[in-house]
Nanobody, 135 residues
Framework: QLLVAESGGGSVQSGGSLTLSCRIS????????MAWFRQHPGKEHEAVAS???????SYADSVKGRFTISQDAAKVRLYLQMNSLTPEDTAMYYC?????????????????????????????WGQGTQVTVSS
């Protein structure tokens, strides 16, 4: 059974940076998708970024060029480096992972990938970590 636990949230001024971390346990051999979602107050979960078995990454258009998703070599830590933060990035951020299917994504004209994951693609969720960006 997969378990995830986020950390690293906090408060920062607009233009600042934060790095979120997620500890993942219970992985077995095989393909997987790890991802970050966020939830603004009163809104549904929004896909932010994903990384797959082969280190393929994808991002929501709203965070491309500002956020970077990565994982450690042992596949037990997932990170989200967030730069140039704006008040619109204020949300609860959730780590999630799934064994089996690759991350849902589509290639764009510039060769990057847009993350198209849906919350229903994943069964395992952490408690979330709050990110607050003040103007």
């Amino acid at each position: 059974q997969l378990l995830v636990a986020e950390s690293g949230g906090g408060s920062v001024q607009s233009g600042g940076s934060l790095t979120l971390s997620c500890r993942i346990s219970g992985f077995t051999r095989g393909t997987f998708c790890m991802a970050w979602f966020r939830q603004h107050p009163g809104k549904e979960h929004e896909a932010v970024a994903s990384i797959d078995t082969y280190d393929g990454t994808s991002y929501a258009d709203s965070v491309k060029g500002r956020f970077t998703i990565s994982q450690d070599a042992a596949k037990v830590r997932l990170y989200l480096q967030m730069n140039s933060l704006t008040p619109e990035d204020t949300a609860m951020y959730y780590c999630t992972a799934n064994m089996g299917p690759s991350c849902r994504r589509t290639r764009t004209g510039d060769g990057s990938y847009t993350f198209l994951g849906k919350p229903t693609d994943f069964d395992t969720w952490g408690q979330g970590t709050q990110v607050t960006v003040s103007s």
